[in-house]
């Protein structure tokens, strides 16, 4: 069975990532789990302008550290009110060490009042996929919704709770996990993945 680190220590992305590529027949390893045999950075500064030099960056550097198959993905809410941030800095919009809390506070309060007309967002996902020979590839995908005026929902992570698909009237966080990779922004980035993944698998073995 094939090996393929997830460049994530986040167990809401790498739950997806599991989900999605079910029947694969691929072992599927974060780097939570490699940590706990070899030192391996958690952490890798996205210092790029755009969601796919970010997920470009820490797939190679995963790769070469790790010498195996490596996915990473980098996402983001783009708020049309907001001119499209938070964007790439949507993890650490409320600060460097913001948790999903504080930016989901931040957003609601520079929304606070705005009207429904003006509350539309776009959620992007670039997942990107290099072997330690260098070979690289990404995709992408990405869903649009409006932002809600109260955290709704159990379930997912991140702006999750405030992202409303207009056409099921339900939040990403409302959504259990099969319907949630089927219409959201990385759901369809790892749809998309599957080809692209196959390729790299056919040409290691």
């Known amino acids: 069975m094939k090996e393929i680190v997830v460049a994530t220590a986040n167990p809401g992305k ?8 079910q029947g694969m027949e691929v072992l599927i390893v974060s780097l939570t789990d490699l940590s706990s045999i070899s030192p391996i950075p958690i952490e890798i500064d996205e210092d790029g302008k755009t969601f796919r030099e970010n997920a470009l960056k820490k797939a190679r550097v995963v790769a070469q550290l790790t010498n195996r198959l490596t996915i990473a ?3 983001g ?4 009110y907001l001119n499209g941030n938070p964007g790439v800095r949507s993890a650490r919009f409320a600060g460097e060490e913001a948790s999903d809390a504080d930016n989901n ?3 609601l309060q520079l929304m606070e009042g705005i009207p429904a007309p ?3 967002a776009f959620f992007r996902c670039v997942i990107a996929i290099v072997d330690p020979q260098g070979k690289e590839a990404w995709v992408e995908g990405g869903c649009r ?4 005026d109260s955290e709704r929902g159990g379930q997912g992570f991140g702006y999750d709770p405030l992202f409303i ?3 099921l009237n339900k939040t990403l966080a409302e959504l259990p996990i099969e319907v949630k990779n089927r219409v959201s922004h990385r759901g369809k980035a790892l749809a998309a993945l599957k080809g692209v993944l196959g390729e790299f698998l056919w040409s290691q073995s």
């Open 77 to 80: 809410l783009e708020v049309d």
């Open 118 to 120: 003006q509350r539309g």
């Open 73 to 75: 993905d980098d996402s």
């Open 165 to 167: 698909l207009p056409e």
């Open 145 to 148: 919704g409006v932002i809600g």
């Open 14 to 21: 790498l739950r997806e990532i599991k989900d999605a590529l």
């Open 105 to 107: 506070r931040k957003l």
